[in-house]
């Protein structure tokens, strides 16, 4: 069990980490949005829909589903300000059955978040930059710069935590000032300069013409799923609410602007550079791009004489774009997630986990708990504890033997897209629901508060509680509906996917294979939700009393892990009638039940 350190390590030279502001917040939004698909999207996206025109459309309606999806998890990151993410949320949205919903999306969490497709992406654009040839390189050697970056970034998180911090801004900085420089070399001159040529902007002449191939449903569905996934990363600060600085109301203005931010100046940047890119590029061009359209686009800004030796550089800036998504995505992945996942359930994480570390050993979702949950002594925050060893072992663990058993097929990148989209269309599992949770979260809200028995102030939020950025029911309604729609959209598209890729060849890989490889594991996070809640011989809820109160992000299940004899002692637990009954209360128990207790409690002693 993670534990704050003792008198024995009190000489211990301790690296505190410095809290979280809203630049840090931006820029973990911008880190993870922007890797390497901005880079090799477009060209995918306009031969699937074979209009300029369409495909820009395309990029537009990513930047409107990310915002709606921003204010729908701002709602719940200003609700719930701790850390945790969507486990937090779904954890208190649905509550019931007990146990189900947090440990299923608790297992689908570990087994495909992972740092997979960004370290492959530095591992090809770093082979690419040391060849002028651009050879592909061999499967084994990508593996192994993939995997070798992963500990790396891991391992400065683990031991240098505040350079790990200002890494993520200076990364995102990077990757904002390149994309802009582009942007507007684009603009003044690319644009300006071909204007007076005689063959004029080349990408004006066939904007608005059709591709040689017919567009149907199926490329159309495919083309806005490669938009969608390269616009995911929106909800990265929310993983980290408890480890910004101040109060919990300051907690949530910085969340809010930090995000705000952060998914503004993505979604404006992926606008502009699609539209520059192809008013630059002909059809032709852009259709032959091999490993990066970017390369094409800088032979338009800048001019061909004596940029194509320099243009090579851009593979090396392409990988420190995939590096700074490595930078954020770990760090929130470690911090924010795995730490809390493995050692809780059913359950917020604190603003200062001191407070109810003592009841960690009690919170046990998956084996190896003691250890993941374990932290250092570097890198410690208000909450006494250090960098989650543990959380960043099993992160970089997963990661790596994902990255090694990731398909290669020649040249074809259709086995390292499938396996890096696994966790997208998983996570638009948990889109649909925490959609239809936004209409129940007032009255979730209402339900756990009880703010009668806080004699010291410990209730964060004014009772009764309003949504903050939704407060308009039509509004709530559309984003909403939109939000579920589009989740939708996702889970459903692959199934009516192509058949060949976008060169022409078949799928090695039927993309009906995501559903048989996601939908089992949240089952099975589902049924193990249910095995704890059947056999654990003591499971309690830890809530207020008449005379302690205990905070709002302390409230969670105290289970104890069954050993193997009491999985089959039903005797020593009463008997089966007496152990279903025990499961029957334990099912339709939680913090609401117990807040209703509480309030009717707080008002006989009131009479």
């Known amino acids: 069990m993670a534990q704050p350190l003792n008198n024995a390590q009190a000489n211990i030279h301790i690296i505190k980490q410095r809290p979280l502001k809203s630049i840090d917040i931006a820029c973990l939004v911008i880190n993870k949005m922007i890797g390497t698909g901005i880079f090799v999207t477009p060209p995918l996206v306009l031969s699937l829909v074979s209009t300029k025109w369409v495909a820009w459309l395309v990029w537009v309606l990513g930047s409107i589903y990310s915002f709606c999806s921003i204010y ?46 960004n370290a492959i992406n530095f591992a090809r654009f770093v082979c690419f930059s040391g060849s002028t ?62 204007s007076r040529e005689e063959s004029g902007i080349l990408g004006t002449h066939d904007f608005g013409r059709k591709g040689e191939k017919s567009v149907t449903a199926s490329t159309f569905v495919t083309a806005v799923l490669l938009v969608l996934y390269s616009y995911s990363g929106w909800e990265n600060g929310n993983y980290v609410t408890a480890e910004i600085d101040g109060d919990d109301n300051q907690k949530r203005r910085t969340l809010k602007k930090g995000v705000l931010w952060g998914v503004s100046i993505v979604s404006a940047i992926y606008i502009l550079f699609n539209l520059m890119l192809f008013l630059l590029l002909s059809y032709k061009e852009l259709k032959e791009a ?78 190896g708990w003691r250890f993941f949950e374990a932290s250092s002594h570097y890198g410690r925050n208000r909450d006494g504890l250090g960098t989650p060893t543990g959380g960043l072992i099993l992160h970089t663990l997963v990661s790596c033997i994902v990255i090694a058993s990731t398909p290669m097929f020649d040249r074809s990148l259709e086995g390292f897209t499938f396996v890096t989209t696994l966790f997208q269309y998983g996570h638009a599992v948990l889109g649909v629901v925490l959609g239809v949770g936004i209409f129940r979260l007032k009255k979730r809200m209402e339900q756990y508060q009880t703010k009668d028995l806080d004699l010291l102030g410990e209730c964060y939020f004014q009772v009764p509680w309003e949504y903050q950025l939704l407060r308009r029911r039509w509004k709530r309604f559309c984003v909403g ?3 579920i729609v589009m989740h939708l959209f996702i889970l459903v598209a692959p199934i009516h996917s192509p058949r060949r890729t976008t060169d022409g060849s078949l799928r090695r ?54 050993s193997i004899r009491q999985i089959f002692n039903w005797e020593g637990r009463g008997g089966f009638n007496a152990v279903l009954e025990q499961v029957k209360q334990r099912f339709h128990g939680g913090e609401a039940q117990e807040a209703e207790s509480l309030r009717s409690q707080a008002e006989v002693e009131m009479h």
């Open 481 to 483: 509906i939109f939000f």
């Open 290 to 367: 091999t490993t990066t359209v970017a390369y094409e686009y800088i032979l338009h800004a800048f001019g061909r004489g004596g940029i194509k030796a320099a243009a090579s550089v851009l593979y090396v800036c392409i990988a420190l774009s995939a590096l700074g998504n490595l930078v954020g995505v770990i760090f929130t992945n470690g911090r924010g997630k795995y730490q809390r996942f493995l050692s809780v359930a059913l359950r917020s994480v604190p603003d200062k986990m001191s407070e109810v570390k003592r009841d960690i050993a009690s919170h046990r979702l998956i084996p």
């Open 133 to 194: 040839n651009n050879p592909y390189p061999s499967e084994w050697k990508l593996k192994f710069i993939a995997c070798g970056i992963v500990v790396a970034v891991g391992t400065i998180h683990y031991r240098l935590v505040n350079l790990g911090i200002w890494a993520n801004i200076g990364l995102a900085t990077y990757k904002v000032l390149l994309l802009s420089i582009l942007i507007l070399s684009g603009m003044l001159g690319g644009l300006i300069r071909e």
């Open 509 to 562: 890989i039927p993309t009906t294979n995501f559903l048989a490889a996601v939908l089992p594991v949240y089952a099975f996070g589902a049924l193990w939700g249910i095995f704890l809640v059947i056999f654990s011989p003591r499971m309690e809820f830890h809530t207020s009393t008449l005379d302690t109160f205990v905070k709002y992000s302390a409230r969670r299940w105290e289970i104890d892990w069954p």
């Open 72 to 117: 729908i998890y701002l709602e719940y990151g200003l609700a719930w300000p701790f850390n945790g993410g969507e486990f937090t949320y779904v954890s208190k949205i649905f509550p019931r059955p007990t146990l189900v919903f947090a440990c299923s999306y608790a297992w689908f969490f570990v087994c495909f978040s992972t740092s997979t497709g």
